[in-house]
């Protein structure tokens, strides 16, 4: 057995000089394409998926809009008020908000915070009220308070509302049903890096639940610091609505050894797997999730998800989705097919192999995988397919 | 804290109908009720020994467990601690019926709503095909808030007595310091009751079975409960 690797969490960085200089020319380049005419959503794009994400809170108020193509005018919107009596979501809400203490900064003042989750109640009924198709969920308050607690109310209300109707639509149904489907993806993502680990997990009977507050909450609700959960918004937003199961995948990968080593049973796997690590190596995690959104697009995983399916009638629009996305599917593959080819003439190390692979083919994918590290690839791969994804997501309209 | 023993898990079918080896027996608790009624704040009182500083809501399912002692044998419960909002009940906390010895059934004293949410409660366990023999108990949380009790005890026993179960009140809170609810469980006194339960019925579980060997996995199906225990009676109608 190799030993756990630890990649990106101790590499060390090239000095700080040349950290603090990539930093001013990643902002510049941010403002660079705030200010270009029309505005360039796909660099700024680029910006919140590479190194660092969107770097300040300042820059995230500028861009965070901009992903979600949210109109200017509707930033600066009084935000009505909303009432509380003979609210149906009030008591949920209310209770939810009361107990999220540790989403707040540690040292905020007692009075300050109060005000914030007053703020955070107003959000999310606001949203609610003017969206009755919406359902609220425990675990939305998490999403919401990074929000607010970055952009402030009056914009949190703006992109919240643009985020729920698009990016977490599909958890504010009346039921669960389609949440549960979206976990479904997580296995077949995990069997095609990681077979070892796949069928481990299958033996445990484990479950996908553990992942779920994961995927509802942008992982807002299982990490502690603040500014991973922020840096994480940045590449969510920046990308397709189902990169949170993939980046769901990626922790799990990562943390192989500690999986395989636990006892093979539901609820000491369950329990493992849901105390995440606080100390992810974030960036690399990123981009290899970015590698495998590429690699494994949902729609070639969509049968195996669907399959998984206990529930006959699945009301997602996977299938819908497969049909429609033969382009961008049929110009990954390709590109696919042609840098393994070039592997296979080449000697190339698997750089970014993330186990041992148990067969040949597996192992060229992986090594595949290795390349596409160097982020910018992936990330505009990502970023490309996003927005050839957009007009049927109407994810910006 | 886990057993880590991978080698054991992959025995044959047949390893295991030799004598098995000595192993700690799991006793797998369900912990439901309303949303805020305490869920998480009791089963971490108990398995942590202290009441927690801050709790959230519970999203899906959290896990937690404790080594105990019952004559001479260590235990190990394993308490699921499942979020009570109702739309997670369907999809989401259905796998973790499966193989339950025992459900606690918690309401909040002092919110009437979360005790009359019991009845669908109860038939939520009755469609996950819970036998009658799977020890249920109902915990009434929060007695420390003695000014703002809505639901009493005669109320409370009346309704535990009707469905076969036996009534505790407690408090995650402050369930050891003296005076403030002299009718007050404690929470280990409680976990203990049904563990003892349990031990008490035959023939019970080894932790963990080999894979494939589902018919005896199912053991809740063929335990015959032995229907001593004074607090879970014998009840006609259930």
Redesign the interface.
Known sequence: MEKPRRDGASSPRNGRQDGDTRRKRKTADISQALSANPVDVATLRRMAISEGGLLTDEIRCQVWPRLLNVAPHLLDQDPETVERENNKDYN?VL??VQ????RFPPGMPDEQREGLQEELIDIILRVLKRNPQL?Y???Y?DIVVTFLLVVGERMATALVEKLSTHHLRDFMD????N??HILNYLMPIIERVNPEVHDFMQ?A?V?T??A??WL??WFG?VLSDFRHVVRLYDFFLACHPLMPIYFAAVIVLHREEEVL?????M??V???L?QIPQDLPYETLISRAGDLFVQFPPSELAREAAAHESMAASTFKDFELASTQQRPDSVLRRRRRQKQAALESSTVSPVGAVSQPSTARRFMRLAVMGLTVALGAAALAVVNTALEWAPKLDLFP | M?????SA??GGPFTNSTIPPPRTR?F?IIVIGD??VGKTCLTYRFCAGKFPE??????????R?KLVEIDGESIKI?LWDT?G?E??R????Q??YRNVHAVVFIYDVTNHASFRSLPAWIEECKQHALGSEVPRILVGNKCDLQDSVQVGTDEAQHFADAHCMPLFETSAKSPNSPGTHHNSDHVEAIFMTVAHKLKSQKPLVL??LP?GSEGTTALTGRIEGDNTAATWGSCGSC
């Open positions: 949920q209770l939810d107990r999220s203490l540790r359902h969920y425990q675990g308050h009346p039921t669960m049903d949440t549960k033996q009977e479950g639940v553990f779920l507050s509802i909450t609700h080593e636990c006892e093979c049973d609820a000491m369950h329990h493992l849901s | 886990a057993e880590r023993d991978p898990q992959f799991i797998k949303s805020g801050k709790t959230e809501a519970t999203i899906g399912v959290d896990f467990e394993q979020a909002q739309r997670f369907k999809s989401m906390v796998h973790y932790s963990q894979k």
